[in-house]
Structure formats: C-alpha cells, structure tokens
C-alpha cells in the first residue's frame, strides 16, 4: 500500500484499505469471492489466486485492512484465535521452550500445557508485569515469548518494548495476543513485538456472529514461515466470516471507544460499591500498572472490568446469573455486554492449583462492557450485586 494512504487515519485506512471499488461493477463494497478454485492461465502457469485454501481475494482484503491498522507488513486471517495461536507454536520444535503468562487466556493456557507437550514443547508461566522473573525464566531453549497486551481475567499490563527486549537478547520472538486491547488502542508491533495475534470474534467481528483469529508481524521472512505453516495446515478464515470481520472493523475505532468510556465508569462506580472488595481495571489510578497502562494506551483503557465481590463461590454465580441485559455467557468484545465468573467459566481449564497461585479466586466477576447505555448497565449490575 502506498505512504499515503498509510498516513491516513485509523478510522479512515479501517474503512478503505481492503475495501477497494470492484472495477467490474463500482460497488463500494467488495464481493464476496465463494469460489474454492481458480482457472488457471496455463498448466503449470499460476494467477495470483489458484485454491481458497493458499489463498482467496475475500481474506486477502481483510488480511490487507489487518496489517495496515496493525502497522504491519502483513497479516494471516485464521478459522479461529485458538488456531492464529497453534500456528504461532507450529513454530516451534521438540524440545524448544515457551515462557508465558500466568495471566493467560484459559485456551492458550490448555493448548501450550495439553497439546504443546506432547511434542516435546516445554512451557513455564510466569508473572508478564515483572521484567526480571521473565528474564529468569528464560533458558537456552526459550524460542517464545508469549503475553496479552491486557492479562486475564487480571487484567495486568506488560511492559511491551521490557519484554521484546528480553527476549531479543536472548534470541527468542515475542508474540502478543492483543485480543482485549484491540489494535485501535494499543499496537504492539510499534513497541518491538515481533507477531500479535487476535481472536477477531471478539471485538475485531464485534457482534458475537462470527469466530476467526488473525496475526500480524512487520518482518516478511516471518510473515512467510505462518503462512507456509497455515496453508500446510489449513486453519483458514472461510469468505463470510472475512466479510463479517471486515465489516466490524470499519466501527471497531467508534466502538471500543465508546466502549472503554462505559468500563472506567462502571469501574469507577464498582470501586464505590459496598458489596465488591476489589476492582481490577487499568483505566483506575488504584490498577499497578496505570502509569504504564496511561503511556501505552490511546483512547481507552479496553472494556473488560474485572472484579472480586465480597462473597462466596455460590453468592458470586449468583450474581453472574441475577443480571438482565449482561448475559451470562463466555466470549467478550461485541455490541452487547457479557458476566462470567472465571473460577467456573472461562478459566475452568486452569488446574486448581494454578486458579488458586494466579489469583482466579471464586469471587472474581469478569465483566465486557457492550454498547448498551451507561446507566442501564450501571442498573442491572446494582441489582444483581445486592441479590
Ligand atoms: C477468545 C480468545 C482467544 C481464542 O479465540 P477463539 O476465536 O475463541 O479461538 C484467545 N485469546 C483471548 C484473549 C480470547 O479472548
């Protein structure tokens, strides 16, 4: 894409790149390409599309709005997030060593410790919000890094650019998923990232209708290792679900906006509540990483709001259950607002032990803030806290 268009806004190369005129018709949207094959110019002779699988025009324009709002040289739209992050470990060799999170999403978390394992992938976990225990895990076999822009259901923020930094050193690659940050508020490849990756059925698709996962890293070598990795193996993102997510990302500016504006507030009022013990939300001055949170952030803080209420495993899926307009569901990032409690839902697969070092306790609430008004959230949550 030219230096042009990429000086255009986020808002705007959301919007246009990747939604170029279709010069056969003028339409301003462009057409669903269905078709699994291509003809061919000759035996032997290849077009720039051939078979759906290595490569279709429908995901090659999500893929190209990807990497310009990523700041990236390219990206690679897979069938689900779980499948962006299996090809980011297909990287990876028997014997090989991954340092990451403990404040993982719970499916990350059982890919690297039930699949990774059994080809020989060793895996530790550790505390991303503290550079030094990072660097002492790290060991000669340490080939990735792997942390979330915002941590879960903690939300704790990593110090991005620390971290690249540790493991260059040591000559590993870094990833993030930058699921809850989306790249409209934070973009980790301008921090020394070298893959971020997204879980586009949240809020890149935004409207709890489609599930897809994306990367985008800014060196070509690596960009061609993922996608040897993905067209070997063929997790792709089908047309309809690349249109879906094409089309969510053109509000995804308006809407995590908006968004984040509604979490402060709802943190901020939970923060007051008599019922609730602690509140969990980088956007609040009481979060450990604020300052850092305030420098890497730009326009929101994200709309997930976690919390720990004052009561027990029963009281707290209560609660969860008790809320009208908050479904009682897992997922996050779309259009209508979400409450689960961790412990039971979204990071049941966590062994005990692990829930209990990691700090996932029974009373935690993990709320994503959808785009209903303030005031009826506010509402809803208010009662069912007093149930
Ligand atoms: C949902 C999610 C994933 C997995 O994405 P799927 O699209 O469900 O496969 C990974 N990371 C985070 C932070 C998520 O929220």
Same mark, same amino acid.
């Given at each position: 894409?030219?230096?042009?268009?990429?000086?255009?806004?986020?808002?705007?190369?959301?919007?246009?790149?990747?939604?170029?005129?279709?010069?056969?018709?003028?339409?301003?949207?462009?057409?669903?390409?269905?078709?699994?094959?291509?003809?061919?110019?000759?035996?032997?002779?290849?077009?720039?599309?051939?078979?759906?699988?290595?490569?279709?025009?429908?995901?090659?324009?999500?893929?190209?709005?990807?990497?310009?709002?990523?700041?990236?040289?390219?990206?690679?739209?897979?069938?689900?997030?779980?499948?962006?992050?299996?090809?980011?470990?297909?990287?990876?060799?028997?014997?090989?060593?991954?340092?990451?999170?403990?404040?993982?999403?719970?499916?990350?978390?059982?890919?690297?410790?039930?699949?990774?394992?059994?080809?020989?992938?060793?895996?530790?976990?550790?505390?991303?919000?503290?550079?030094?225990?990072?660097?002492?895990?790290?060991?000669?076999?340490?080939?990735?890094?792997?942390?979330?822009?915002?941590?879960?259901?903690?939300?704790?923020?990593?110090?991005?650019?620390?971290?690249?930094?540790?493991?260059?050193?040591?000559?590993?690659?870094?990833?993030?998923?930058?699921?809850?940050?989306?790249?409209?508020?934070?973009?980790?490849?301008?921090?020394?990232?070298?893959?971020?990756?997204?879980?586009?059925?949240?809020?890149?698709?935004?409207?709890?209708?489609?599930?897809?996962?994306?990367?985008?890293?800014?060196?070509?070598?690596?960009?061609?290792?993922?996608?040897?990795?993905?067209?070997?193996?063929?997790?792709?993102?089908?047309?309809?679900?690349?249109?879906?997510?094409?089309?969510?990302?053109?509000?995804?500016?308006?809407?995590?906006?908006?968004?984040?504006?509604?979490?402060?507030?709802?943190?901020?009022?939970?923060?007051?509540?008599?019922?609730?013990?602690?509140?969990?939300?980088?956007?609040?001055?009481?979060?450990?990483?604020?300052?850092?949170?305030?420098?890497?952030?730009?326009?929101?803080?994200?709309?997930?709001?976690?919390?720990?209420?004052?009561?027990?495993?029963?009281?707290? &899926?209560?609660?969860?259950?008790?809320?009208? %307009?908050?479904? #009682?569901? =897992?997922? *996050?990032?779309?259009? !209508?607002? +979400?409450?689960?409690?961790?412990?039971?839902?979204?990071?049941?697969?966590?062994?005990?032990?692990?829930? &209990?070092?990691?700090?996932?306790?029974?009373? %935690?609430?993990? #709320?994503? =803030?959808? *785009?209903?008004?303030? !005031?009826? +959230?506010?509402?809803?949550?208010?009662?069912?806290?007093?149930?």
């Amino acid at each position: 894409m030219s230096g042009r268009q990429q000086r255009d806004s986020f808002r705007t190369r959301a919007i246009h790149i990747g939604n170029e005129i279709d010069p056969a018709t003028g339409a301003v949207v462009p057409p669903i390409h269905v078709a699994s094959t291509f003809r061919q110019p000759g035996a032997g002779k290849w077009g720039e599309f051939d078979y759906s699988r290595s490569g279709n025009p429908t995901r090659t324009n999500l893929q190209n709005t990807l990497a310009s709002l990523e700041g990236g040289c390219g990206a690679l739209a897979f069938s689900s997030g779980m499948a962006a992050i299996h090809c980011v470990t297909m990287l990876l060799r028997s014997g090989d060593h991954v340092v990451a999170g403990c404040d993982l999403y719970g499916g990350a978390y059982r890919l690297l410790h039930k699949i990774c394992n059994r080809s020989g992938i060793g895996v530790s976990l550790v505390d991303m919000t503290d550079p030094d225990a990072v660097a002492a895990a790290m060991n000669d076999n340490t080939k990735l890094v792997w942390a979330e822009t915002i941590g879960n259901p903690r939300l704790t923020i990593p110090d991005l650019a620390a971290l690249a930094a540790i493991a260059h050193q040591r000559g590993a690659r870094i990833g993030v998923d930058n699921t809850f940050g989306t790249p409209a508020l934070i973009r980790p490849l301008e921090h020394g990232i070298d893959i971020v990756m997204h879980s586009a059925t949240k809020y890149l698709g935004g409207h709890s209708d489609c599930l897809g996962g994306t990367l985008a890293v800014s060196d070509q070598n690596l960009l061609d290792e993922l996608y040897f990795i993905q067209n070997s193996t063929g997790a792709v993102l089908d047309p309809m679900s690349c249109f879906l997510v094409a089309r969510g990302l053109k509000t995804l500016d308006l809407r995590i906006r908006a968004q984040s504006a509604s979490a402060l507030k709802i943190a901020e009022w939970l923060s007051t509540h008599s019922r609730v013990k602690e509140v969990l939300y980088p956007g609040l001055n009481s979060h450990p990483q604020h300052p850092l949170a305030s420098r890497l952030f730009g326009g929101g803080f994200g709309a997930m709001v976690t919390f720990e209420l004052d009561g027990s495993i029963d009281q707290t &899926a209560k609660a969860c259950e008790a809320t009208r %307009l908050f479904h #009682l569901a =897992v997922s *996050l990032g779309a259009v !209508e607002s +979400l409450i689960e409690q961790p412990a039971t839902m979204s990071h049941a697969s966590y062994d005990a032990e692990d829930r &209990a070092r990691f700090g996932i306790s029974d009373g %935690l609430i993990r #709320l994503s =803030v959808g *785009l209903e008004s303030f !005031e009826d +959230l506010q509402a809803d949550l208010d009662n069912a806290i007093r149930q």
